[in-house]
């Protein structure tokens, strides 16, 4: 037999891997990151004082390629990736409404946005709200999204988002001498000037080409990174601080899953007198066992485990207890410790609040919101409003509207958050606020919402309301209430019977001052 030895027996990280990481370029990447977070840690602690761009260009592209390896072989990542972008984004996605100070304008950049945001991707794939999910996955699963502005050509307007592992240049240096962080151009203060892009290989698209990369000044790229300190530049995935938890969660959840695999076949037992070497002609044997080693005779074949004994030996099963006592407990709070980063309770990840009452459920919740409420705010402010103001821009520079201080000036309203019970919620404002001890804004600052812009909201609802209501009864002489159409609560009766006696509607005519017989027919006629 040839002994001569690969390049894969040769390399250090061969002779560890992980049981979930099967294939080798993925057992070679988490055997790096493994050394990178035990025995490497020592060393980079002694250096100190370093940038945060410096180290983590030692990890990104494992923590990618990790990142990219859990959403394809577990359900745990994914899943808590999921359930975070689809709390945050909603069904409906971030609703822009114009605001400048003129309703004209308001309505004539509706309706370009309305336009605008059927196909707002080069590819055409998706609608506004599709491409929001696809830019929170995308964060979430990498840790930064990019997007270029399309200035010209056939897709003109329209924005290309990039996978991550595209930003980057061989380039550490620009041409007037900035620093390039991974692909990303600064200057002496760190500000981001451009952004690099490297193209697929042009067989497979099975990975980028490693090359100096086409340059695009950072005004016509859209960038979001997830950001831990300062001086970071790129970012890393959401979940990368329990990429060792899934990992050893997956292992738990595999080998339980072997056991029962195991468990479920028949045991048979064969005695012989003779106690020969025996496979019953169903198994494979080892070159290397012996006759009447252990190995030898036991031999498997599906739906069964035989074991060839003499007539002194006994097989006898072992109670594994499978799965074990404390088994679910030790899932759930391996969930809890996944699920930190992103601020996610075990009742979300696993959908069951049965064992969580309302003062413990309502805590969870509020620590969750607020990791969801950051994660609108980044999205809002790397990508919807700087989306939305060059578009509009670009509608000045056409000349599609006319221009005005004013002309990006937009209220974003993103999905709120639902409680375990609402109206409990509901009522507890209600009565702080009738107590004086909370104000309207700290009431709408529990659900999310900003005091202005709720607010203009309803103002411009109101008045819109008041405008139907004034039509209908122009065309049929029948007055209709105004809250109808803003969803209030319609006028009351005794409301409604009090205004039509102020307005003389009801038959009633107020008496002549000094005149008391009339006032008292009056009085008589309306009791």
């Given at each position: 037999?040839?002994?001569?030895?690969?390049?894969?027996?040769?390399?250090?990280a061969?002779?560890?891997?992980?049981?979930?990481?099967?294939?080798?370029?993925?057992?070679?990447?988490?055997?790096?990151?493994?050394?990178?977070?035990?025995?490497?840690?020592?060393?980079?602690?002694?250096?100190?004082?370093?940038?945060?761009?410096?180290?983590?260009?030692?990890?990104?592209?494992?923590?990618?390629?990790?990142?990219?390896?859990?959403?394809?072989?577990?359900?745990?990542?994914?899943?808590?990736?999921?359930?975070?972008?689809?709390?945050?984004?909603?069904?409906?996605?971030?609703?822009?409404?114009?605001?400048?100070?003129?309703?004209?304008?308001?309505?004539?950049?509706?309706?370009?946005?309305?336009?605008w945001?059927?196909?707002?991707?080069?590819?055409?794939?998706?609608?506004?709200?599709?491409?929001?999910?696809?830019?929170?996955?995308?964060?979430?699963?990498?840790?930064?999204?990019?997007?270029?502005?399309?200035?010209?050509?056939?897709?003109?307007?329209?924005?290309?988002?990039?996978?991550?592992w595209?930003?980057?240049?061989?380039?550490?240096?620009?041409k007037?001498?900035?620093?390039?962080?991974?692909?990303?151009?600064?200057?002496?203060?760190?500000?981001?000037?451009?952004?690099?892009?490297?193209?697929?290989?042009?067989?497979?698209?099975?990975?980028?080409?490693?090359?100096?990369?086409?340059?695009?000044?950072?005004?016509?790229?859209?960038?979001?990174?997830?950001?831990?300190?300062?001086?970071?530049?790129?970012g890393?995935?959401a979940?990368?601080?329990?990429?060792?938890?899934?990992?050893?969660?997956?292992d738990?959840?595999?080998?339980?899953?072997?056991?029962?695999?195991l468990?479920?076949?028949?045991?048979?037992?064969?005695?012989?007198?003779?106690?020969?070497?025996?496979?019953?002609?169903?198994?494979?044997?080892?070159?290397?066992?012996?006759?009447?080693?252990?190995?030898?005779?036991?031999?498997?074949?599906?739906?069964?485990t035989?074991f060839?004994?003499?007539?002194?030996?006994?097989?006898?099963?072992?109670?594994?207890?499978?799965?074990?006592?404390?088994?679910?407990?030790?899932?759930?709070?391996?969930?809890?410790?996944?699920?930190?980063?992103?601020?996610?309770?075990?009742?979300?990840?696993?959908?069951?609040?049965?064992?969580?009452?309302?003062?413990?459920?309502?805590?969870?919740?509020?620590?969750?919101?607020?990791?969801?409420?950051?994660?609108?705010n980044?999205q809002?402010?790397?990508?919807?409003?700087?989306?939305?103001?060059?578009?509009?821009?670009?509608?000045?520079?056409?000349?599609?509207?006319?221009?005005?201080?004013?002309i990006?000036?937009?209220?974003?309203?993103?999905?709120?958050f639902?409680?375990?019970?609402?109206?409990?919620?509901?009522?507890?404002?209600?009565?702080?606020?009738?107590?004086?001890?909370?104000?309207?804004?700290?009431?709408?600052?529990?659900?999310?919402?900003?005091r202005?812009?709720?607010?203009?909201?309803?103002?411009?609802?109101?008045?819109?309301a008041?405008?139907r209501?004034?039509?209908?009864?122009?065309?049929?002489?029948?007055?209709?209430?105004?809250?109808?159409f803003?969803?209030?609560?319609?006028m009351?009766?005794?409301?409604?019977?009090?205004?039509?006696?102020?307005?003389?509607?009801?038959?009633?005519?107020?008496?002549?001052?000094?005149?008391?017989?009339?006032?008292?027919?009056?009085k008589?006629?309306k009791?």
């Amino acid at each position: 037999m040839d002994k001569k030895t690969t390049s894969q027996e040769k390399s250090p990280a061969n002779s560890w891997a992980e049981p979930s990481i099967r294939g080798n370029s993925e057992r070679v990447e988490f055997s790096r990151y493994k050394a990178a977070t035990n025995t490497a840690v020592s060393r980079r602690l002694s250096l100190g004082g370093g940038s945060i761009d410096y180290y983590l260009s030692l990890d990104r592209e494992t923590l990618l390629k990790l990142s990219e390896h859990f959403r394809k072989n577990t359900t745990i990542y994914p899943g808590m990736i999921e359930l975070a972008a689809a709390n945050y984004i909603g069904q409906n996605g971030p609703n822009i409404q114009p605001n400048t100070s003129s309703k004209s304008v308001n309505r004539e950049l509706a309706k370009l946005l309305e336009e605008w945001q059927e196909e707002p991707e080069v590819r055409g794939m998706d609608d506004w709200v599709g491409t929001n999910y696809n830019w929170a996955h995308q964060f979430l699963y990498q840790g930064d999204v990019t997007a270029i502005k399309v200035q010209s050509g056939k897709y003109a307007g329209k924005i290309q988002l990039l996978n991550a592992w595209r930003v980057g240049t061989n380039r550490r240096t620009s041409k007037n001498a900035n620093t390039i962080k991974q692909g990303v151009e600064i200057d002496y203060v760190g500000r981001p000037q451009a952004f690099y892009v490297l193209g697929y290989s042009t067989n497979n698209e099975s990975h980028v080409i490693k090359s100096n990369g086409q340059r695009y000044r950072a005004e016509n790229v859209l960038y979001s990174a997830n950001r831990k300190f300062n001086d970071q530049t790129r970012g890393e995935p959401a979940l990368s601080a329990s990429f060792r938890d899934i990992d050893r969660l997956d292992d738990i959840l595999s080998s339980q899953a072997a056991a029962w695999q195991l468990l479920s076949r028949i045991a048979l037992s064969i005695t012989s007198k003779d106690n020969h070497n025996w496979t019953g002609n169903t198994g494979e044997t080892d070159d290397d066992s012996k006759a009447g080693d252990i190995a030898s005779r036991i031999v498997s074949i599906p739906g069964a485990t035989i074991f060839a004994g003499g007539p002194t030996d006994e097989i006898k099963g072992i109670d594994q207890k499978i799965p074990g006592q404390d088994f679910s407990t030790n899932v759930k709070m391996y969930l809890r410790l996944i699920g930190i980063p992103l601020a996610l309770p075990i009742e979300i990840i696993l959908n069951d609040w049965s064992q969580t009452n309302y003062t413990s459920g309502r805590g969870a919740l509020s620590q969750c919101f607020r990791k969801f409420l950051k994660l609108q705010n980044g999205q809002e402010k790397g990508f919807v409003r700087p989306w939305y103001a060059w578009k509009v821009n670009e509608a000045v520079r056409r000349r599609k509207i006319p221009n005005r201080s004013d002309i990006t000036k937009a209220i974003v309203n993103w999905p709120t958050f639902p409680w375990i019970d609402e109206l409990k919620e509901a009522e507890a404002w209600s009565k702080k606020r009738s107590a004086g001890i909370a104000s309207h804004t700290d009431a709408l600052s529990s659900v999310g919402r900003d005091r202005e812009e709720y607010l203009a909201n309803l103002e411009m609802e109101i008045r819109d309301a008041i405008e139907r209501a004034k039509k209908i009864q122009a065309e049929t002489g029948e007055e209709v209430d105004w809250r109808i159409f803003a969803g209030l609560e319609p006028m009351g009766k005794t409301a409604q019977a009090k205004k039509l006696e102020s307005d003389g509607r009801d038959g009633y005519k107020p008496a002549p001052a000094g005149d008391e017989e009339d006032e008292k027919n009056a009085k008589n006629k309306k009791s």
